[in-house]
């Protein structure tokens, strides 16, 4: 009788572990500079923290990303309820016929120069970074919640919603 148990509590086991939610991702190494200068690869410049990073491939995808910031950075900088980082990264590498030196003067010209520091600039290929993050839609802002291992955790995608505030801002908490 303790032979078919074993077996059975195994098999019950197995189909348990089968549906838990698979660990996540890790969010790859992207290395550019910021807005200030300085010079960061992340998920390992916030080590040990939340990171919040958004990211933009093209203009149209730029229009949607400033929906999100205003409320991303009233919940998240300066609330000592999250320890959490943020960056906005538009891959300048991908958009054609744009320098560099371009997009950097267009962004400081639109922003207050407190927030160049959250913006860091990467110039490379960003094909392996579309696959790995799964980024579909080029002209989508994504924004991802890194944990201090450097797991997504959340993502979301679009224009800014409350709901997906909130979503985000729970993922914080944990």
Do not use: C, H
């Not at 999100?68 to 891959?91: C, K, L, R, V």
């Amino acid at each position: 009788m303790k032979r078919i148990q074993l077996p059975a509590l195994l098999l019950v086991l197995l189909t348990f572990v089968a549906f838990l939610p698979s660990d996540t991702k890790d969010f790859p190494k992207i290395s550019g500079t910021t807005l200030s200068g300085k010079n960061i690869t992340l998920p390992d410049q916030s080590r040990g923290r939340f990171i919040l990073i958004a990211v933009i491939r093209t203009m149209k995808a730029e229009q949607e990303m400033i929906t999100w910031i205003e409320p991303i950075y009233n919940s998240i900088a300066g609330n000592s309820m999250f320890q959490a980082d943020m960056y906005f990264i538009p891959m300048t590498g991908g958009i054609q016929d744009v320098s560099n030196e371009t997009v950097k003067r267009k962004l400081k010209e639109s922003m207050d120069s407190s927030l160049y520091k959250y913006v860091m600039l990467y110039t490379g290929p960003v094909k392996d970074y579309v696959k790995q993050l799964e980024m579909k839609d080029k002209d989508l802002p994504y924004i991802f919640v890194v944990d201090p291992r450097g797991k997504i955790t959340y993502t979301a995608t679009g224009i800014y919603s409350e709901k997906k505030l909130e979503e985000i801002t729970d993922k914080l908490a944990e």
